[in-house]
Each structure stands twice: as structure tokens, then as C-alpha cells.
């Protein structure tokens, strides 16, 4: 199929209540069809869970059942990574795929490896990319960590992929999205953060404008050091 080169949307999704259907997912489903593609084949990216074998056995299953075709690992974790073939499975798939986990760790596999300027690379030639849960996180803007869980003078902001210039944390709203509004404290005035909940999606268009799926999106910014909450973003029901 002839597309025209550039950034296409990035889908981010919570993940959470959709993922447990036995028999996939209408929102997934929809992100599957948005390439217009039957069946688009997949490179999974594991590195937020270490490439678990497990893992992604139960993804890669839920996936196909929501529409997906063949989905094939790009080896990123392991100690006999051979990147020339992880490259090729990259380039070669309709749709790349970041998987959850742990947000720093994904990005410290993702920095070692080097791999991030070849990702940046096909997703600016109109590679579709999506994540869930920790996958979401780290294709957006940037995350926290503490140096000490029980410190909160240990806290700071850390970049993530950036393809989604855009702060989000996902599935946290039993936890008042405690740890967004930590990052967001810890950035510039008015930046804004978004809160996609358990089994919702948020779709980022390369023009800035956002999608809310599912289930309204929450919407918090920066306002002189503080995190007060605006509007949410209303959602296309699917």
C-alpha cells in the first residue's frame, strides 16, 4: 500500500480492563485497523519486561486475537542480541509495538542498545507505533523515578522516546495519578499531563491534536508549581 512518508498517529493505550477479553479488544482492534492493513504484522518490543518469554507469549495472543496478524519479537534484552536482525524485524513490520513493564528499565535497554535513533528514524518515515501501560509511557515525553522510594528528595524527571511530545501516565487512577502529577510538578510552567485510565486509549496526531478512546481522558497542568486539573478530554466510544 502507497502512504505518504512522515509520522503517522501514535495510539497509547492504558491497557487494564481491555486486557483482560478472552477475546480481544475493540479498541486494539480499531488501532490494528488504523494502518488499513488486514492483519498487520507486529514487531514486539520488549524491553520494559526484559523480552519475557511469558509475557510475550499473552500478548502476542491477545493481539492477534484484536485483528493483529504475525508478531514476531524484536530481541532487545538478552545478552546475544544480534541488533542487525532485531533492525530487520523493525523495518520489516507493519506496526511496532512497545510492551509494559518498567518504564526506566525499557529505557535503559533502549539507550544501551542505541536503538532509539533507528526507532525515531522509521517512526518519521511512517512506521505506526503503539504501546500499553509502561509501552504508552515511554513513547511519550518524559517519566520519574526516585533514587530512594522513600525519599521524595531523591525525585527526578527522566526522557523517554519522545514520538508523542506529550507527558501521560496510564491506568493510575485508583492512585490519584500520583506519579503524573509528580512529573508534572517537576516540569516547566503550564505543561500539561494527561491520565489515561484502565481499559481507555489516547490517540496523539502529528498536527498535536488528541484523541480521547474509550472513556474520557484526564487533563492536568502545571499552574505556578502546582498541579490543577482542567477539562477532560471527552472520548469517541467505541
Request: charged share 20%; aromatic share 8%; net charge negative.
Amino acid at each position: 500500500m502507497d502512504r505518504t512518508p512522515g509520522p503517522v498517529p501514535i495510539y497509547l493505550l492504558a491497557g487494564g480492563r481491555s486486557s483482560l477479553r478472552k477475546h480481544g479488544d475493540p479498541l486494539l482492534t480499531r488501532v490494528l485497523a488504523s494502518y488499513g492493513v488486514p492483519h498487520p504484522s507486529i514487531a514486539y518490543v520488549g524491553a520494559a519486561s526484559g523480552d519475557s518469554q511469558p509475557f510475550f507469549m499473552m500478548i502476542s495472543r491477545f493481539l492477534r486475537s484484536s485483528g493483529g496478524g504475525h508478531v514476531t519479537l524484536a530481541p532487545l534484552a538478552g545478552k546475544r542480541v544480534k541488533l542487525e536482525k532485531t533492525r530487520a524485524i523493525l523495518e520489516s513490520a507493519d506496526m511496532v509495538f512497545i510492551s509494559g513493564g518498567d518504564v526506566e528499565a525499557g529505557m535503559e535497554v533502549l539507550e544501551e542498545r542505541q536503538i532509539l535513533p533507528f526507532l525515531r528514524e522509521l517512526f518519521e518515515r511512517g512506521k505506526p507505533f503503539f504501546g500499553t501501560s509502561a509501552g504508552s509511557i515511554m513513547l511519550a515525553w518524559q517519566w520519574v523515578r526516585w533514587e530512594d522510594p522513600d525519599d521524595d528528595a531523591t525525585v527526578s524527571i527522566f526522557s523517554c522516546m519522545g514520538f508523542a511530545p506529550i507527558v501521560c501516565d496510564t491506568h493510575g487512577e485508583t492512585e490519584g495519578w500520583e506519579e503524573l502529577h509528580t512529573v508534572l510538578r517537576l516540569s516547566p510552567e503550564g505543561t500539561l499531563g494527561y491520565g489515561i485510565p484502565a481499559g481507555a486509549g489516547l490517540c496523539v496526531y502529528p498536527d498535536g491534536k488528541l484523541e480521547a478512546l474509550s472513556a474520557p481522558v484526564h487533563c492536568y497542568a502545571n499552574s505556578g508549581g502546582a498541579v490543577v486539573q482542567s477539562a477532560d478530554l471527552p472520548p469517541i466510544v467505541l
